[in-house]
């Protein structure tokens, strides 16, 4: 079996139920069920027997060892973190505990246990760590897209916890030899993304009748990949990286901001019309940048392609009509997790934004 961390989240969740269409190896899911942790997005596996859910933190040493000993995984996938960088310029202190503090409890308790497996086994462990492209930092407009080579320039406090933990798992490789894998991927979006990111957001709000808020001018570039690619590119390092190397995953489809609203604008507006027959793109209003918002991503995934075979499946066209498509038969799920919690976030976020 596997051990998932975070896989109450949007790619985690996606994830595991992707796995099950694939695989009927087990999976031990640890999710700490933070605000972006959702049971309901893998209800549909509620009384599955190759399912174990364990509500838990990547921190918690104690349990970690427990669970390591129990189930005997061959191989760790790590999603578990903080993954907002709004909400990392609000308040980083969980990403800090989250993304640095308990990747490294999670190595520590990791290495324990590979350390006591036998020669075997400890050749075909695994320990994949899910990663960002922002740990590059951002681009010109002129610059190549980032190979893994690039160096590390991270810019919130977010990426740069991502980069610091990024640099543990590295770490842990050369000087304890544990069997480690990293992906840094571009932009996902699909079914389940909590609606603090762009593009759920502008679905919620544009059916909801709200302000559609475009940061700066909103011509950053950012790289999009549809999730369940991200997982078919998980699964394929997973299976056949090589130990110790990183791997960029990335949709090759780099999209200013604007375009990707005006796009979900023009989907809403064939799929469910507004009342009054205008456009959602009347919704739209430009506020306040984010302070240190990085200009532009873009992912060259040709390392991936050329050594293990992975090409996204979907196209952005393809892709992003299901996502729209989603949202507007899930009303229940977006009802459910517009929380106190979240309303709260909304207007800390956004009021007073100029
Ligand atoms: P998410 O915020 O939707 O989900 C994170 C999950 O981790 C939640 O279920 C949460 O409960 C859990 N979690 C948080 N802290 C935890 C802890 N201490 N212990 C155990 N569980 C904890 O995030 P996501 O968008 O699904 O991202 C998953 C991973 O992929 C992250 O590591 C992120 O950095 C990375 N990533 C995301 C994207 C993207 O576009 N969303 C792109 C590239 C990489
Ligand atoms: O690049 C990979 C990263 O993509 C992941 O590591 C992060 O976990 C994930 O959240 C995402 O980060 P971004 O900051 O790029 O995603 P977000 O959806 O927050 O914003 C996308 C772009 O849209 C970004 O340029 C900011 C802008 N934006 C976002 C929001 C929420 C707006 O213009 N208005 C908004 O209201």
């Given amino acids: 079996m596997i051990l998932v961390t975070g896989s109450a989240g949007f790619i985690g969740a996606n994830f595991v139920l992707d796995w099950f269409l694939q695989h009927d190896e087990a999976v031990v899911s640890l999710d700490k069920l933070t605000y972006a942790g959702n049971l309901e997005n893998l209800a549909s596996l509620k009384d599955d027997p190759r399912h174990v859910l364990v509500q838990g933190d990547i921190g918690d040493s104690a349990l970690l060892n427990k669970l390591l000993a129990l189930h005997r995984p061959r191989a760790i996938v790590n999603f578990a973190a903080e993954s907002h960088v709004d909400r990392s310029i609000h308040g980083p202190e969980d990403f800090i505990q989250t993304n640095i503090v308990g990747t490294f409890h999670l190595l520590e308790a990791v290495r324990a246990y590979w350390g006591g497996l036998t020669a075997q086994e400890k050749t075909d462990f695994r320990f994949l760590h899910v990663s960002t492209d922002e740990v590059y930092g951002s681009l010109s407009p002129s610059d190549p897209a980032f190979t893994e080579e690039h160096s590390y320039q991270p810019n919130s406090p977010y990426s740069a916890s991502k980069a610091a933990s990024d640099h543990l798992v590295r770490a842990y490789h050369h000087t304890y030899g544990l069997p480690v894998l990293t992906t840094n991927c571009s932009n996902n979006y699909g079914p389940y993304h909590f609606p603090e990111k762009l593009i759920p957001l502008l679905i919620v709000n544009s059916l909801a009748g709200k302000n559609l808020p475009v940061y700066g001018d909103g011509q950053q570039i950012r790289d999009w990949l549809y999730v369940t690619d991200h997982c078919a590119a998980i699964r394929c390092v997973l299976q056949k990286g090589r130990a110790g190397e990183t791997y960029n995953i990335g949709g090759w489809n780099e999209k200013a901001n604007l375009e990707i609203v005006h796009t979900v604008c023009a989907l809403l507006d064939e799929f469910r019309p507004r009342d009054d027959g205008l456009s959602y793109k009347s919704q739209i209003v430009f506020v306040a940048d984010r302070p240190g918002h990085d200009r532009r991503y873009a992912i060259d995934a040709s390392k991936i392609a050329r050594e293990l075979g992975w090409k996204p499946a979907e196209t952005f066209d393809s892709g992003i009509r299901k996502t729209v498509q989603?949202?507007?038969?899930?009303?229940?799920?977006?009802?459910?997790?517009?929380?106190?919690?979240?309303?709260?976030?909304?207007?800390?976020?956004?009021?007073?934004?100029?």
């Fill in 326 to 354: 989603w949202y507007l038969d899930n009303q229940g799920w977006v009802s459910n997790v517009q929380s106190g919690n979240y309303r709260q976030w909304v207007e800390k976020n956004y009021t007073g934004r100029s």
